[in-house]
């Protein structure tokens, strides 16, 4: 096309994948939009609406005041509550000038990279991963390197795993527990066992994405950066979304070495600045108030997991483990694989994603996107009924393939 400028495009932009799970709600959204009745799990979004106490906290801060610019690194009543929760739910012991809040996780996690790496470091991505990890780590100039844990071992990497990529150029491990996408969740001895490996490197720094924290099915949380022998090189990285159901509000945190916090805010400061006032204090009502809300929520989620468990195992080739955390489940589909209905063929994830939206009108995100693309990251962030009608539409219309 004579108009068409994409080359005019920065190559760091040309060489990043849209997101593949905002893709897939946009394509939701088109059929919806159709008037198609689309049964949407592809989104990692409780369906839950933020805790009223919280919403409260967010009025009265209005009220008294914070609608003005905040500190880079966060309103000190934020941070100091983030050190608070972190003594109490995760013996983690950082001062207020270890932690920066950010405008969500995510930017937490790029304002890492942008701080620690270089051109050509190497940065390993325990997968599946979260689908942003990637282009995160390209975008700042690292090479990303996939260590992959397959479903027969729970999507889990093995301390020899972990050893056979580390070299002299890897600069950052990046893994999230309990993980998104497989809802996997690593043990106390396994992160101790990953640990051994990671001491024998002193200049290489882990990325613990602990945003799943209160939606754990296995018992306590444990967190990495509570290893007495790696604890300097941990950064802990969490925020309100998940466990607050508090999305759209945007706010992220993170805690590690000072250095590293400081050059996190170093960034920060010129790209974004620090988050909104208001939605802070309400953070910080939200982390030292009641969390039974923050129960409840997690209770549902157990009761849907072992629902969504049952009814996918019943359906014939798809493959299930049973995930102890988050709200997703990663079923393999790959027998699948080579299967068509009429002139639709399923050849890969992709494929199959894309069969199950336009057959049965159900919006799952492929594999693919996170690193392991034999499987399918499905969410069950929503009612029950939901989940056993869009059980029902991808079984008939699997049947269908032959």
């Not at 056979?164 to 690593?186: E, H």
Request: aromatic content about 10%; charged content about 25%.
């Amino acid at each position: 096309m004579a108009n068409d400028k994409s080359n005019y495009l920065s190559v760091k932009l040309r060489n990043m994948t849209e997101s593949a799970t905002l893709a897939m709600a946009q394509k939701a959204r088109a059929l919806k939009n159709e008037g198609h009745d689309v049964i949407a799990l592809s989104l990692g979004e409780p369906d839950f609406d933020t805790p009223e106490h919280i919403k409260d906290a967010a009025k009265k801060a209005l009220d008294e005041g914070f609608t003005k610019y905040t500190p880079v690194n966060g309103l000190p009543q934020l941070r100091n509550a983030i050190v608070e929760k972190f003594k109490r739910d995760n013996d983690l012991e950082y001062s207020a000038d270890q932690v920066v809040v950010s405008n969500g996780a995510k930017q937490c996690i790029a304002n890492l990279c942008l701080s620690l790496l270089d051109e050509g470091d190497e940065a390993i991505i325990l997968t599946p991963y979260w689908v942003s990890y990637f282009d995160i780590v390209k975008f700042a100039g690292g090479k990303p390197v996939a260590v992959k844990g397959g479903i027969e071992q729970d999507f889990k990497v093995t301390p020899e795993q972990l050893e056979s990529a580390v070299n002299d150029n890897t600069k950052m491990i990046i893994f999230s527990s309990p993980c998104n996408p497989t809802g996997s969740v690593y043990t106390k001895d396994e992160l101790i066992a990953l640990s051994k490996v990671i001491e024998k490197y002193e200049n290489l720094y882990v990325v613990s994405d602990e945003i799943y924290e209160y939606i754990n099915f296995s018992g306590k949380h444990f967190s990495i950066g509570t290893i007495e022998n790696i604890k300097d090189q941990v950064v802990t990285v969490n925020g309100m979304s998940k466990g607050f159901a508090m999305t759209g509000w945007r706010l992220g945190y993170m805690a590690g070495p000072k250095w590293i916090m400081d050059a996190c805010k170093k960034v920060q400061g010129q790209f974004t600045s620090g988050a909104n006032a208001f939605g802070q204090m309400a953070a910080a009502y939200a982390l030292t108030s009641d969390m039974r809300p923050t129960e409840v929520m997690a209770v549902a989620y157990l009761r849907r997991k072992k629902m969504i468990g049952e009814l996918l195992s019943a359906i014939p080739g798809v493959k299930v483990n049973d995930p102890q955390g988050a709200f997703y489940i990663f079923p393999d589909v790959s027998s699948y694989f080579g299967k068509a209905a009429g002139d639709f063929k399923v050849n890969d994830s992709n494929d199959f994603a894309e069969y199950i939206l336009t057959k049965a009108h159900v919006a799952l995100v492929s594999g693919a996107a996170f690193g392991e693309p034999n499987c399918v990251r499905i969410s069950y962030a929503t009612s029950e009924e939901k989940i056993q009608e869009a059980c029902s539409r991808i079984e008939k219309a699997l049947a269908l393939l032959n």
